[in-house]
């Protein structure tokens, strides 16, 4: 049994765009079709069994697409040709758009099994190493260093593993990491799976930074992810780059950025 829904709610709830806002954006511009006609009003209540095109869209396999793609776009990180270890790569979101970005070689690392979307496992430049921790994961098993090192991992804290991390990058190379306020607050800060205080987000960057420093990963590059964590958590992407780099980050105007983007966000959702 079919429903009618709005059109820009249905587009985002589809992951044919990352927010509802840019789904409005890509209706008004008749960028949508639905069973073949454009319709380029948002509130437009549609058959969720309808047949929706998007043009020039790529239908990501997991949420993470879009929180990589914006700190390859903003910090212009080239990953033509470029060998990466993505570790935590869940269904392979990071992977997918690391393989469109030109990638040589993909070695995707999880503690989980049989998550990897079958259209990234079975793409010839993806190495596939599920059921493996990091921690547990030799340079050797690894295939060596890579010249791109990126990072998604719940339930531990990243900013722990940052030697660890630097290990399997090699000089020169770069490193982009989702920064999750929700495991890296210390005991009592997050309640109901949420850290909704600027401040202790404020302090979470500043620490975050400062020990990738000590373990010879420069952050040259820090910004707001565009998606929430799946509990509603705002988060980070930091760019880091092995070699030494000194760049002054502005934490309280970002956080305030960062709150203030999902704010209109809600507004703007009713």
């Given at each position: 049994m079919s429903s009618k829904r709005r059109l820009d709610e249905?587009?985002?709830d589809l992951g044919l765009s990352e927010s509802r806002t840019k789904a409005a954006t890509l209706?008004?511009?008749g960028k949508v079709t639905i069973?073949?006609?454009?319709v380029v009003k948002p509130s437009r209540k549609v058959d969720?069994?309808?047949r929706i095109v998007v043009a020039d869209s790529v239908i990501p396999v997991g949420r993470g697409y879009f929180k990589l793609r914006k700190a390859i776009d903003i910090f212009e990180i080239n990953v033509e040709g470029k060998r990466v270890i993505d570790v935590g790569a869940s269904t392979g979101g990071f992977a997918q758009l690391l393989l469109e970005k030109g990638a040589q070689r993909v070695l995707c690392v999880d503690v989980g099994r049989d998550q990897i979307n079958h259209r990234i496992r079975n793409d010839d430049r993806v190495v596939s190493l599920e059921s493996t921790d990091i921690r547990d994961l030799t340079l050797e098993r690894a295939g060596g260093k890579a010249d791109l090192l990126t990072a998604d991992l719940s339930f531990i804290s990243t900013a722990s593993l940052a030697g660890l991390l630097r290990s399997f990058v090699e000089d020169g190379g770069e490193a982009v990491v989702l920064v999750k306020p929700q495991f890296e607050a210390g005991p009592g800060v997050v309640k109901k799976g949420l850290v909704n205080s600027k401040n202790v987000h404020i302090g979470?960057?500043?620490?975050?930074?400062?020990?990738?420093r000590t373990n010879d990963l420069s952050p040259v590059g820090l910004t707001f992810s565009p998606i929430r964590g799946k509990k509603g958590n705002i988060e980070y992407l930091l760019?880091?780059?092995a070699e030494e780099r000194?760049?002054?980050f502005d934490?309280?105007?970002?956080?305030?950025?960062a709150f203030g983007f999902f704010d209109r966000d809600k507004e703007l959702l009713g």
């Amino acid at each position: 049994m079919s429903s009618k829904r709005r059109l820009d709610e249905l587009l985002f709830d589809l992951g044919l765009s990352e927010s509802r806002t840019k789904a409005a954006t890509l209706i008004r511009n008749g960028k949508v079709t639905i069973d073949g006609m454009i319709v380029v009003k948002p509130s437009r209540k549609v058959d969720s069994n309808s047949r929706i095109v998007v043009a020039d869209s790529v239908i990501p396999v997991g949420r993470g697409y879009f929180k990589l793609r914006k700190a390859i776009d903003i910090f212009e990180i080239n990953v033509e040709g470029k060998r990466v270890i993505d570790v935590g790569a869940s269904t392979g979101g990071f992977a997918q758009l690391l393989l469109e970005k030109g990638a040589q070689r993909v070695l995707c690392v999880d503690v989980g099994r049989d998550q990897i979307n079958h259209r990234i496992r079975n793409d010839d430049r993806v190495v596939s190493l599920e059921s493996t921790d990091i921690r547990d994961l030799t340079l050797e098993r690894a295939g060596g260093k890579a010249d791109l090192l990126t990072a998604d991992l719940s339930f531990i804290s990243t900013a722990s593993l940052a030697g660890l991390l630097r290990s399997f990058v090699e000089d020169g190379g770069e490193a982009v990491v989702l920064v999750k306020p929700q495991f890296e607050a210390g005991p009592g800060v997050v309640k109901k799976g949420l850290v909704n205080s600027k401040n202790v987000h404020i302090g979470i960057l500043e620490g975050f930074v400062k020990v990738f420093r000590t373990n010879d990963l420069s952050p040259v590059g820090l910004t707001f992810s565009p998606i929430r964590g799946k509990k509603g958590n705002i988060e980070y992407l930091l760019y880091s780059v092995a070699e030494e780099r000194s760049i002054e980050f502005d934490f309280e105007r970002l956080v305030e950025e960062a709150f203030g983007f999902f704010d209109r966000d809600k507004e703007l959702l009713g």
